[in-house]
């Protein structure tokens, strides 16, 4: 790494003897569609990003919370909803060939001699930065844990929360603990696929959209997944055990245990980098959504300013300008001429993957 860190913010430096760390030139912290649309407002202006978030896919606040409902406020979008607007952002990005790391938060963020930022996540990934994008929501969406004694040694073995992919549990006993969309749509997935499948909820009622309910009654019927109502009182590793309504203890073998009980959010690190906060909330200019930081932007829900209004739609203008305040920190001394899509031989490249 060149130089020396100059001002610390955070605690803990990055991971000593780890990989080298991933160059570029703007970070993204947040998936979310301000997040994805700051990475594509800054392709537009060939500035190259990388995208981190806490949770397993791309989508934040918006798949997680609103994923089947209805949205319709997104210009020239007479309706869609959370999953359908994330997906439309993924291939707008597309031609950009975003780099993600999801699953992970970073946790320190560091100013090097030479201006730039040094980051590192709680899985170990290092960056160096010319500029930081905070696109965080109202922090890092992080899953609902269970509190059960001696558990946490099992996570990643045996305990996993809101997994991105399901392959790593074929042929396995499987518990999934929820009764949400996301514990429904993860029982299902792996009907057919795992060994044995079981959803654990605390009742027999589920805040899930009607369809997929149906369609777990239906595989229940059929055999093909088993429900246990009840609440986990301890786990092993190989056993669950479950205290039910009834006043009586279940205990399920297993290979593999699946908590999906929700998400809450978490400003987490950021809290300690040194930005002046605002009631959770990071304020920034106008002009360019800049922190008191040298190249930090702060985007979307996590920012605060006179006027601001949580929407989306204001979210995408932030992203705007952000990205164009970026390049004094990416090409100093340049000056970026604007350019249109429409008419603009070299965007119109670009959007083409050229």
Request: hydrophobic letters at 45%; charged letters at 15%; aromatic letters at 6%.
């Amino acid at each position: 790494m060149e130089g020396q860190d100059r001002q610390a913010v955070g605690a803990g430096a990055l991971t000593p003897g780890a990989d080298a760390p991933i160059q570029t030139d703007a970070l993204i912290i947040g998936a979310g569609p301000v997040g994805l649309f700051q990475a594509f407002q800054l392709g537009l202006l060939e500035i190259s990003s990388h995208i981190v978030d806490a949770l397993p896919h791309a989508g934040g606040q918006c798949v997680e919370l609103y994923g089947d409902k209805p949205i319709y406020d997104i210009p020239g979008v007479p309706a869609t909803t959370g999953r359908g607007l994330v997906a439309s952002l993924l291939q707008q990005l597309a031609p950009f060939k975003p780099h993600f790391h999801l699953g992970q938060q970073i946790a320190t963020l560091v100013q090097r001699d030479d201006g730039r930022w040094a980051l590192g996540t709680t899985r170990g990934a290092q960056f160096i930065a010319r500029t930081v994008f905070i696109a965080a929501g109202v922090g890092a969406f992080v899953p609902r844990r269970l509190t059960l004694d001696g558990i946490d040694a099992l996570e990643g073995d045996r305990l996993f929360y809101h997994p991105g992919a399901l392959d790593r549990f074929h042929g396995q006993a499987v518990v999934v603990n929820g009764g949400d969309d996301a514990a429904l749509d993860t029982a299902l997935a792996l009907t057919g696929h795992a060994a044995e499948v079981t959803l654990l909820h605390r009742r027999d009622v589920f805040q899930a959209d009607e369809a997929k309910v149906e369609a777990l009654r239906t595989q229940v019927a059929a055999g093909t997944l088993q429900l246990r109502i009840g609440q986990p009182t301890a786990f092993d590793g190989s056993q669950l055990t479950v205290s039910t309504p009834e006043g009586t203890t279940l205990t399920l073998a297993l290979d593999a245990l699946v908590v999906c009980n929700g998400i809450s959010p978490r400003l987490g690190p950021i809290a300690d980098w040194g930005l002046a906060l605002e009631r959770k909330q990071i304020p920034v200019d106008t002009g360019k959504f800049e922190t008191q930081l040298p190249g930090v932007f702060a985007v979307g829900d996590i920012n605060t300013y006179p006027g601001k209004r949580k929407l989306i739609l204001c979210g995408f203008h932030e992203a705007t300008l952000a990205a164009w305040g970026a390049t004094a920190y990416v090409f100093p001394g340049k000056a970026v001429p604007l350019q249109y899509t429409t008419t603009s031989p070299r965007l119109q490249a670009l959007l083409k993957g050229g």
